[in-house]
């Protein structure tokens, strides 16, 4: 076995459907492995080639092709290190997830992703034919095994590569972000090697993509089980791990991990630099309400793309308070962005008088409300037209999940951070960005929410305290409890059964809102697929 086998971890952000500037990436980073860091392999996350999740992309035989035949210029291109790359590969009439090993012009050997999850936010089973058969490489004597992401959370790949001779696993991923999923994947990785007695090369994606976003975090397991945080989160890297001639692993810097707060925090910061920038939007614009939601979007907007690509408008009518208004001034001023204020009475009433006139409608108070967030929507939406900026909602999880919230009004828009976010969490990480710098005024913390649709408004006239709605929300929705077991943890059961049954009836609405960064184990959208028309609750 040879002294000194030195690995390089790629990891990326990588750009689903792009396929030459992810070819391009993966050439850079191959540069430095092997000029910079004399590394003897660099490895790739899943999938790299074609971006993470490629979904009905996978469908179009034109991609696959392009795919292809990338992978074989990239081979071409290979010189003096090794590559392990993940692309999908169509073969006799089938495709696999697959990954293989670029050395010295050729593609060395493939390996077919053994197994393929259809859970959660996977869909792997809509496109790939599972492999069967390790894959092992030699380097300079040390014999290493390839196996691709769920494939680790399985203990057959694992011990497949061990009685194949293995000495070392790579696991190549793109594993989503969800709070606390890194002690999962920890006490997963741990497991395959007290099984197997390998090492783990953990190398992971990173970057936002759609509802998803990927945190990085590649890591090493030694075969004494010792976790190696070798790089970092929520940020692209090359890093290099060596390991001795028995295989222990050294790394040049350990990383902390940060807390759960911080983690959430940088997650949606991520989702939204990523969702806005490859989708090549100039800007942001944001309804400013001087509330909890809109700040802390504002804020995460501005971190994530700077005070000069986001703008901030304020829309009050009869019922904003001057508090609300001062405070909105105060947030945008404090982020330095562009604060519009434009007054919507005179569209409100404009439509309720011609709604009188026409159709002889004289409004319910609800009706009213609804128009008023209409109004506010019409007129975020005409100013993104006009520059180009999305629109980023404010909704968070609570309001999702009971309709609390005006369809082609305050959900209109682009984009939602705060989709997966309770309102008590929206609380919490208010609070955690004022430990950066204090941008959120205290008392939008202090007091009390309300809409302000109606005159004294309080979301508690409409819903349960936010202190007992989320934990019968996490319970129902996160959790899949039913009725009974919720009320069995101590709840009462009209407020369960009202909760659930909204829940049900506004299925409708989540339809129709924009995608959101998945935050939890169970977000609503690609997670939580229920049917609109249900009366089971």
Known sequence: MANKLRISIAQCNLQVGDIDGNAGQILSAMSVARDEQAADVVVFPELSLSGYPPEDLLLRDGFCAAVAESLVSLAKQVKGIDVVLGYPLQQDGLLYNAASVLRDGDILCTYRKQQIPNYGVFDEKRYFTPGDEACIFDVNGTLLAITICEDIWR??????????????VININASPYHADKQGERERVLVQRVRESGLPIVYCNLVGGQDELVFD????????????????????????????????????????????????LYRAMVLAVRDYVGKNRFPGVVIGLSGGIDSALTLAVAVDALGAEQVQAVMMPYRYTSDISVEDACAEAKALAVRYDEIAIESMFDAFIAKLSEKEGMALSDLARQNLQARCRGVLLMAISNETGRMVLTTGNKSEMAVGYATLYG??????????????????????????????????VIARAPSAELAADQKDVDSLPA???????????????????????DGFNEETVRKVAIMVRRNEYKRRQAPPGVKLTARAFGRDRRYPITSRYI
């Not at 090359?238 to 790394?251: G, K, S, T």
């Not at 936010?466 to 069995?488: F, G, H, N, Q, R």
């Open 155 to 168: 203990p057959s790949p694992t011990h497949q590569a061990a009685c194949a001779g293995a000495n070392l």
């Open 216 to 263: 990085g975090a590649s890591l090493v397991v030694g075969a004494d089980e010792t976790i190696h945080h070798c790089a970092p989160v929520f940020d692209s890297a090359n890093v290099l791990v060596e390991f001795d001639d028995d295989l222990r692993p050294q790394v040049a810097k350990s990383y902390t991990l940060p807390g759960r707060e911080e983690s």
């Open 410 to 443: 305050d959900m209109a828009g682009g984009f939602a951070p705060l989709k997966d976010l309770s309102k008590t969490m929206v609380y919490q990480l208010a609070r955690y960005r004022n430990t950066i710098s204090e941008v959120i005024p205290e008392r």
């Open 466 to 488: 936010y202190e007992i709605l989320d934990p019968i929300l996490e319970a129902y929705i996160e959790e899949d409890k039913s009725i009974a077991e919720i009320v069995a």
